[in-house]
């Protein structure tokens, strides 16, 4: 077991005041919520804290991570207050969790997706490109698949196809044939050897003066092993349809990502619960008898101030969207 004075799990959360207008908690305002939240990346704590601070003395605020870390690190950070409680788990198996907790429905649920500071700068955990630490990439150390195995275990092609798919890595093919080459010699183990591998077969630009570096050539097929390892992108729409379920009546589900193919995933999965209908459009009225589960509140998705990005690098690229049950 992993003591808490051993964890240092920093990590700023991002969009915090958006986030507290987007589940309905007036932040700066002394209105106060006795309703039941759910924090489903728990993380740090930071946004539970924020959440915290505008729940009334008889509210419920569950957090759930994967990480045992996080876990370990939120529960300390909050463990005085009665009214939260960290549960190590998956917000995919939410309905699950709120059942073992007495929970039928919430008034709000928020996900911040994709990795965290702490996993991106602890080199054991093996996210970062530029730390030196085993292939791992798990969130969930529990979890029978590492990225270690998927480097050194799938078919060039199924490798290709994962970095094309989940990183939009273009040079996808030649990436696979170099790294499935280099594997052959010895298995590829740490973070350093894949990053050298790709950055051999597709170097970075040279700078070139008055305009921005371009990103390390690892960074796509970093984050597409990451998604693949930790399984975040395939069950994610019906996963928001079986959130939207636990909602009370105008509850709020808000969700932050930081790369297209998440946003994608969860502007399309908003708009077919906003509208269902499956009827042709040539027919004058509707007759499948699908009603709207959600109503969109951001019609475009809210993203950091100038401010933020300023203060907090690793927001550049956030996106938050909100949407309300109704029904």
């Known amino acids: 077991m992993i ?12 969009l915090p005041h958006e986030t507290l207008v987007g589940l309905n908690l007036h932040p700066g305002q002394p209105v106060q919520s006795n309703g039941i939240y759910v924090d489903g990346t728990l993380g740090g704590g930071g946004h539970s804290s924020l959440i915290l601070q505008q729940l009334g003395k008889n509210a419920r605020l569950i957090g759930i991570d994967q990480d045992e870390n996080a876990i370990l690190a939120a529960a300390s950070r909050l463990k005085h207050d009665p009214r939260f409680k960290a549960v190590r788990g998956n917000f995919h198996h ?5 059942h073992a907790e007495g929970i ?10 994709g990795v965290s500071s702490h996993q991106l700068d602890t080199a054991e955990r093996g996210f970062s490109y530029r730390l030196d630490g085993p292939l791992d990439m798990r969130m969930d150390n529990r979890a029978p698949l590492s990225a270690a195995d998927i480097v050194n275990e799938y078919a060039e092609k199924d490798l290709a196809d994962l970095l094309f798919t989940y990183g939009e890595e273009r040079q ?4 696979a044939k170099a790294i499935c080459k280099a594997r052959e010699i010895s298995p590829i183990t740490t973070t350093l050897q894949l990053a050298e591998i790709i950055e051999r077969t597709t170097p970075r630009p040279k700078f070139k003066k008055g305009k921005p570096s371009a990103p390390h050539p690892a960074m796509r097929s970093f984050m597409a092993l990451r998604i693949a390892v930790n399984d975040e992108l395939s069950p994610l729409g019906s996963v928001i349809g079986n959130i939207v379920d636990c909602l009370k009546t105008e509850g709020r589900i808000a969700i932050i990502t930081f790369h297209s193919l998440e946003d994608r995933i969860v502007k ?15 027919i004058p009225y509707c007759v499948c ?5 959600l109503k969109i509140i951001t019609r475009k998705p809210i993203i950091p101030s100038e401010t933020e990005l300023e203060q907090n690098s ?6 938050l969207r909100i949407a309300q049950r109704i029904g």
Do not use: M, W, Y
């Not at 939410?94 to 709120?98: A, H, R, V, Y």
């Not at 008898?289 to 589960?293: A, I, S, T």
């Not at 690793?314 to 996106?319: D, P, Y």
């Open 3 to 14: 003591s808490t004075a051993e964890i240092t799990f920093e990590h700023r959360s991002v």
């Open 94 to 98: 939410l309905p699950q969790i709120l």
């Open 104 to 113: 039928t429905h919430v008034d709000g649920v928020l996900l911040d997706l």
């Open 172 to 175: 996808s093919r030649k990436l």
């Open 268 to 282: 399309n999965t908003f708009q077919t619960l906003n509208n269902p209908c499956v009827c042709p459009r040539d």
């Open 289 to 293: 008898k699908n009603e709207p589960k």
């Open 314 to 319: 690793r927001s550049h690229s956030a996106k």
